[in-house]
């Protein structure tokens, strides 16, 4: 028996019809040639042969009386044909119809008297560019189990990179024994838990104090509620926006996905982290979608952005995360000065929270903690608080690193990882974006009454991105003239498409059309302007 740490429990305590905790992926997947039969099949094989590598998928919830500490994992042994499914789209479905049945699928909460996960296998999509068949899996499992990267950990030990699979040890006979611990028992272990929490807890405090008085200190002198002056300081409060309200039970799903290689190109060029251009291009379409409606706040909107507490190596599966707050820059209509302005709140929020990340807390006492949590989640839904009361952020942006190579599941080949992430009271939106392979992958899941139109922000994260790209590299000339925008633009993207073998001849190539097609029209003014006149009839 392990009990659940503060933090795990809290996303069973806080779960409402309205809130559900699992995370998750939308997966794209492409069947190897010659394939027969029904991909959930072999799935529910494979997943068979790798619960021995992922203990996550063969434990459940173990409550203690009276609900009145945090539950404990046991042991158990799934049902692998009630938790891998079957669910059919209309032949020949593409992705509209399929992030229409996730978004239906995400408002459904989990049996909690199984293991804490579920898979969704589609039929019926249309095949790929190439013919070949494809299948869509998604994935739910309860965030009460994992963190983000605790589900990279996950997916390392189900997939893998060949189509051929791994060896892996073989799973002990499953007991037929019935889980049951005695009251005595359980309450002796609970208290002692909670008295070891307490203790640490004392001894750590003046460390902990002394931590939060330097961190709150460098806070408070970037802020722009307290100073008074504009800039990249994330401590303030978020403007009121559409996004800031209750949520219901629906859920609306969008993905997108951009080219990580040009990503990186970009960000080398502008001393840019992805984690940065993943916040520039989230801020420029939240900037172009509520401008459009007449919607966007004179002020910067604030993102939510949860940080990792894990150690290096750790692949355990709890939470270890914790949460901060970035600046979007969403006010700024200048495309490099908001770049500037988020890569400036980033570094000021990584300065910010690198101090804390020891202190931090996973996991508290929880006596008594249950009855409290599951009664203020309750209220405050009910009460519809979040509609009234001031917001610190107005979404949440996540950013989890994945593998860099592509991946295999049960021999079929993994084209896209789209994350599902959770929707809360107060912030209507969560984009979550996890690198795979050569791209990356964003999952856009909102509250399908605050925002409908998810699928046009999805489109617009892929115009911010041309937006990105047509941006000047530092020392390049800033010429607003068409051909020379659009010749540029050209440029960055004939050599983010290239090896860095290939670039600098790509590069060459092309800084040489530039120079004759800026220089025709001064070097041949009659040419130029028969030019002009031709392109004014």
Not at 88 to 100: I, N, Y
Not at 132 to 145: D, G, I
Not at 194 to 223: C, F, H, M, N, Y
Request: glycine share 8%; charged share 20%; aromatic share 4%.
């Amino acid at each position: 028996m392990q009990q659940l740490s503060g933090l795990d429990a809290t996303f069973l305590h806080i779960e409402t019809a309205q809130m559900p905790m699992h995370v998750g992926a939308l997966q794209i997947i492409e069947l190897p040639a010659g394939f027969k039969g029904r991909f959930v099949v072999a799935l529910r094989k494979h997943i068979a042969q790798r619960l021995s590598a992922a203990p996550v998928l063969s434990r459940r919830l173990w409550w203690m009386p009276l609900n009145i500490a945090n539950p404990a994992w046991v042991d158990a042994e799934p049902d692998l044909r009630q938790h891998i499914v079957q669910a059919k789209l209309p032949r020949g479905a593409g992705q509209a119809e399929l992030e229409a049945q996730v978004g239906a699928l995400h408002s459904e909460l989990l049996d909690r008297d199984r293991p804490l996960w579920k898979m969704h296998v589609f039929e019926g999509l249309a095949a790929g560019a190439n013919g070949a068949r494809r299948v869509a899996l998604y994935t739910q499992l309860h965030h009460a189990a994992v963190d983000g990267q605790g589900a990279v950990a996950l997916a390392n030990a189900i997939l893998d990179l060949a189509p051929g699979g791994r060896a892996v040890a073989a799973r002990a006979a499953p007991s037929d024994r019935v889980f049951k611990l005695e009251m005595t028992e359980m309450l002796r272990g609970v208290l002692g838990n909670q008295a070891q929490k307490v203790a640490q807890i004392l001894r750590e405090l003046p460390a902990t104090v002394g931590t939060l008085k330097d961190a709150a200190a460098k806070a408070l002198s970037q802020s722009w509620l307290l100073s008074g002056v504009q800039g990249s300081g994330n401590l303030t409060l978020a403007p009121r926006t559409p996004l800031n309200v209750s949520v219901g039970e629906g859920r609306a799903f969008a993905a997108v996905t951009l080219p990580l290689p040009e990503l990186k190109d970009i960000g080398r060029a502008h001393e840019a982290t992805i984690n940065d251009l993943v916040l520039m291009v989230c801020s420029t379409a939240l900037r172009r979608f509520y401008g459009s409606r007449r919607l966007l706040p004179r002020k910067s909107m604030v993102a939510a952005v949860p940080i990792t507490l894990r150690a290096q190596g750790d692949t355990r599966a709890d939470n270890q995360a914790s949460m901060s707050l970035v600046s979007l820059g969403t006010n700024i209509a200048d495309t490099r000065r908001r770049l500037q302005h988020v890569q400036a709140a980033n570094r000021a929020m990584k300065s910010t929270m690198g101090g804390l990340k020891s202190v931090l807390p996973a996991d508290y006492p929880s006596l008594g903690v249950p009855w409290l949590l599951e009664a203020a989640a309750a209220l405050y839904g009910k009460a519809r608080v979040a509609d009234r009361i001031p917001q610190l952020a107005n979404l949440v942006i996540s950013n989890v690193p994945g593998p860099p190579v592509a991946l295999y599941l049960a021999g079929a080949r993994v084209l896209t990882n789209y994350p599902t992430s959770i929707v809360v009271h107060g912030l209507a939106l969560n984009i979550t974006v996890q690198s795979y392979d050569q791209s990356l992958d964003f999952g856009l899941m909102a509250d399908a009454q605050a925002l409908p139109e998810v699928r046009e922000l999805a489109d617009a994260i892929r115009i911010a991105f041309d937006d990105l790209r047509a941006l000047p590299r530092p020392g390049e000339p800033d010429d607003d003239s068409p051909a020379q925008s659009l010749v540029g633009q050209a440029r960055r993207r004939l050599t983010g498409a290239v090896g860095e073998a290939a670039r600098k001849v790509v590069g060459s190539a092309v800084d040489h059309a530039v120079a004759q097609v800026t220089r025709w029209p001064r070097a041949n003014p009659k040419g130029g302007a028969a030019a002009k006149s031709r392109g004014g009839r």
